[in-house]
């Protein structure tokens, strides 16, 4: 029975993101982020280093082991988009084998099979490993660290670094791990793989610092300063917050997610592990005062790396009726049923995303190639593949790629700042949603600086248009 579900699970783990992909010939990734990411990893031999414009270093790159493997890769395969998605179909079957080993370690085979099939088919799983981003192979690195800590492993720490260097999320776990250490009464030398974390991160520390000034990639904090949102009230923090929350655990984590929350209290013996709680806490802490809104960006892609405790706590809960035959049926019944429908309502997001990569965002950056001079300047929030497709110079309007426009946004209210002229100076195009003028201060329609060219198709899950200005000099 074992080996004709192993079959089974290879087969399916194989088959989907081939079945994702299929309508997927051009390789186009889903989201804007993923191009930011495939600039830094075209420019990364070609500068040496972490660049997207070949002057800043450093400077909105989030995720460095991610791009440096994307660049490694791309050695070998000379196509960027490909080395991408061949990253994340392999970080998505790592993702699949680790969650078996992690469990069968701390729990048995039973959970640790089931906790594999439930990976290998979570629909937002699958999307997550094809949509450019790092989140999946995050999530690989998590695992590892978990699994060699509870080995008593020093190789915990090597891959913690690895967490870290891959997203600047991954401190939230080494603090919870050392937490966990300090609430368990360790010995001293338990705490060694730390040191071997900071070793391993020190040259990054170093080179971060020589080239923004910050130990870690300031990404979050120039986001959280952009949109304002440490400024805001408790109140609406906390709706925002919570906004997302609800967005993630009761609409997209899966179908039927209200399976997890009855699952919940049969997952004691994961609770005993309680570093995942003091993770979590410490995560979303700082989500809370920092960019709350964030928790819903991307379809809340902050958040699925929690899928491994929600698939725990359902494999847990699936166990727990093993001995009540007919309850232990039907719930096997919904969880299938359950996969079954996460597979293809992401099957379905995944390819509107693509279409929307297709007819909006490569559509508008091939207007600008084909049809704007090759010295032309575009403004404009979202950087990713305006600049990877059109060629162009880019003025992140956010900061997160040039430094220089944080003067703007930084301890400066909306209603205070005055980005307009340093825009119309420095910059030919505009390209920007309409509802950003409350973070620019500014709207181009009323202003006959601009002249209106026209605007994007809507941008599938936000249901917005890019609007298209020319600045007049």
């Given amino acids: 029975m074992k080996r004709i579900f192993l079959i089974f699970l290879i087969i399916i783990s194989l088959s989907l993101p081939l079945i994702y992909l299929s309508q997927n010939k051009e390789l186009f990734l889903v989201y804007d982020d993923s191009y930011i990411t495939l600039t830094f990893a075209k420019n990364f031999f070609k500068y040496k280093g972490l660049t997207f414009d070949g002057k800043y270093y450093n400077e909105g790159a989030t995720s460095p082991l991610h791009i440096f493997l994307i660049a490694f890769l791309d050695l070998f395969f000379h196509n960027l988009p490909l080395s991408n998605i061949l990253l994340g179909i392999f970080s998505y079957f790592l993702l699949i084998f680790l969650t078996y080993k992690y469990y ?80 368990k009464r360790s010995k001293i030398k338990e705490f060694f793989p730390f040191i071997i974390s900071f070793l391993i991160l020190l040259p990054f520390f170093i080179n971060n610092y020589k080239n923004t000034n910050s130990f870690l990639p300031q990404t979050g904090i120039v986001k959280a300063h952009f949109f304002d949102e440490i400024n805001l009230p408790i109140r609406t923090k906390l709706q925002f917050f919570f906004d997302g929350l609800k967005l993630f655990y009761y609409q997209l984590l899966y179908p039927f997610s209200f399976l997890f929350f009855i699952f919940l209290p049969f997952a004691k013996r994961l609770y005993e592990k309680y570093y995942h709680l003091i993770f979590i806490f410490f995560f979303y802490l700082s989500y809370l005062i920092l960019f709350p809104g964030s928790t819903g960006h991307y379809w809340c892609r902050y958040q699925h790396i929690f899928y491994p405790f929600v698939i725990g706590v359902i494999s847990l809960g699936i166990k727990n009726f093993s001995k009540k035959r007919k309850i232990f049926y039907f719930l096997l019944f919904l969880i299938i049923l359950n996969q079954f429908l996460s597979i293809i309502d992401n099957y379905h997001r995944y390819n509107n995303s693509l279409l929307a990569t297709k007819e909006v965002l490569y559509d508008m950056s091939n207007y600008f190639k084909e049809k704007t001079d090759k ?19 880019i003025l992140d309007l956010v900061g997160l790629t040039n430094p220089e426009m944080r003067r703007f946004y930084k ?21 920007m949603f309409d509802f950003f003028k409350i973070f620019l201060n500014f709207s181009p329609k009323d202003d006959t600086n601009f002249i209106y060219l026209g605007r994007t198709k809507s941008l599938f899950g936000l249901n917005q248009f890019y609007e298209i200005y020319g600045i007049l000099k």
């Avoid at 301890?411 to 390209?431: G, H, M, P, S, T």
């Fill in 375 to 393: 010295n032309s300047v575009i403004a404009t929030h979202d950087v990713g593949a305006l600049k990877y497709f059109s060629e162009r110079e």
């Fill in 104 to 183: 069968k370690l701390i729990f048995d085979e039973k959970i640790a099979l089931i906790s594999s099939f439930l990976t290998a088919t979570t629909g937002l799983i699958i999307f997550d490993a094809l949509s450019g981003l790092e989140t999946i192979l995050f999530i690989d690195f998590i695992l590892l660290t978990l699994y060699f800590f509870e080995k008593k492993s020093f190789l915990f720490g090597i891959f913690l670094a690895l967490t870290i260097y891959t997203r600047p999320d991954g401190i939230f776990l080494g603090i919870a791990l050392f937490v966990y250490f300090i609430l």
């Fill in 411 to 431: 301890n400066i209210r909306r209603n205070e700042r005055d980005i307009k002229d340093y825009v119309i100076k420095n910059a030919n195009y505009l390209v």
